[in-house]
């Protein structure tokens, strides 16, 4: 009888340690505020996408979901490779990332990495609005997040302070900021240039002292941040690699909320997707491209590669393409690949 009645304190114990031991984390147990992790912040369209999110789940929720913004991943001191380690581990609750950061860990990622892998705007849509965009985010949620949807950092054209480049010789030595993915640094090296790994918050004092010459980024960042004021008198388009950015949730978070409240999340951040897509593009996509006039207009040689200058960047490229190609999954970049050449144009 006395075994029995400890059997049952126990157990009751037990009980009690468990509902101590999953506070934020039972259903309905709502956070007074969450976290979203970003690398850059508003005005940026990519700042903006996290921006348009919080506000509309704030609305929608009537302040039951009250999102935080931390730009310049500072909720991880910058250091914007371990964003989805910290976004699994709960350090993170929400982010805006974009595929290069969590390629470290997610090798698929690499996809959009590959060099000249899509040509324009609809191979971008081809890949994150078909089936290979679903496959990658089944790919996500197996990894432990809960991904929802997808925005867009951009083309990433190259600036420096040296000389116009026009092809793989104008790069020979040029020091090269590049971000903390390795085929970046492959990338770089085969085009002859010196690529040094360093993480944005880094990348901005190197610009300013000329410890380095170059970096490359979508081009709405070259003026948000007035680069031709830090000695980038040399842009070149060519269109070589985009990143798209993902809205995701860490797992527990998002399973304690509500089904009426998932869903509220998971169409805001598809609203916010759509209209930050916009917001990357503009300038870029009309005839007369408006923002590289406007970069010209800071007294910035725009120099727009034609399509022979562009295959030459292609060619030195193609052996980090076929190097990769399997590290992100052969049957992956296939897809991928026929996806693009039927895409809509
Ligand atoms: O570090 C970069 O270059 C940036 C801001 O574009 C990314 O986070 C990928």
Redesign the pocket.
């Given at each position: 009888m006395k075994f029995r009645r400890t059997l049952l304190g126990l157990a009751a114990a037990a009980t009690a340690l468990a509902a101590f031991a999953a506070p934020a984390l039972a259903q309905g147990n709502y956070k007074a505020e969450y976290k979203m992790s970003l690398?850059?912040g508003p005005p940026t369209p990519w700042g903006m996408a996290g921006k348009i999110w919080a506000d509309l789940v704030k609305e929608r929720t009537q302040g039951r979901i009250n999102i935080k913004l931390y730009p310049g991943v500072s909720l991880i001191q910058g250091d914007?490779t371990r964003e989805f380690s910290a976004l699994r581990q709960g350090v993170i609750d929400l982010a805006v990332g974009?595929t290069?950061?969590w390629s470290p860990q997610v090798k698929q990622l690499n996809l959009f990495s590959l060099p000249f892998l899509m040509p324009d705007y609809a191979a971008i849509d081809a890949l994150t609005q078909g089936e290979v965009g679903k496959d990658i985010f089944k790919i996500l949620e197996t990894a432990g997040v809960v991904p929802l949807a997808w925005g867009e950092?951009g083309y990433?054209e190259v600036t420096n302070s040296k000389h116009p480049v026009k092809s793989p010789a104008d790069l020979k030595g040029m020091k090269l900021r590049v971000?903390g993915s390795p085929i970046f640094s492959d990338m770089f090296s085969a085009m002859g240039a010196n690529p040094t790994q360093m993480?944005?918050a880094d990348?901005q004092p190197a610009l300013a002292s000329g410890a380095v010459d170059g970096?490359e980024?979508?081009l709405f960042?070259f003026t948000v941040l007035k680069m031709h004021t830090v000695g980038q008198k040399y842009v070149t388009t060519w269109g070589y690699v985009a990143?798209p950015l993902i809205f995701v949730v860490n797992k527990e978070v998002w399973s304690s909320w509500s089904k009426a409240d998932q869903d509220i999340v998971r169409q805001a951040a598809v609203d916010a997707g759509k209209e930050e897509i916009v917001l990357a593009r503009k300038g870029l996509v009309e005839a007369d491209k408006p923002l590289l006039k406007e970069i010209a207009g800071m007294g910035v040689t725009v120099t727009q590669l034609t399509p022979a200058e562009r295959e030459a960047f292609v060619k030195v490229t193609a052996p980090v393409y076929a190097k990769w190609k399997p590290q992100v999954g052969t049957a992956l970049v296939d897809k991928a690949e026929k996806a693009i050449a039927a895409r809509k144009k």
């Open positions: 690398v850059l914007q974009s290069i950061n950092n990433r971000v993480s944005w990348a970096q980024n979508p960042l990143d």
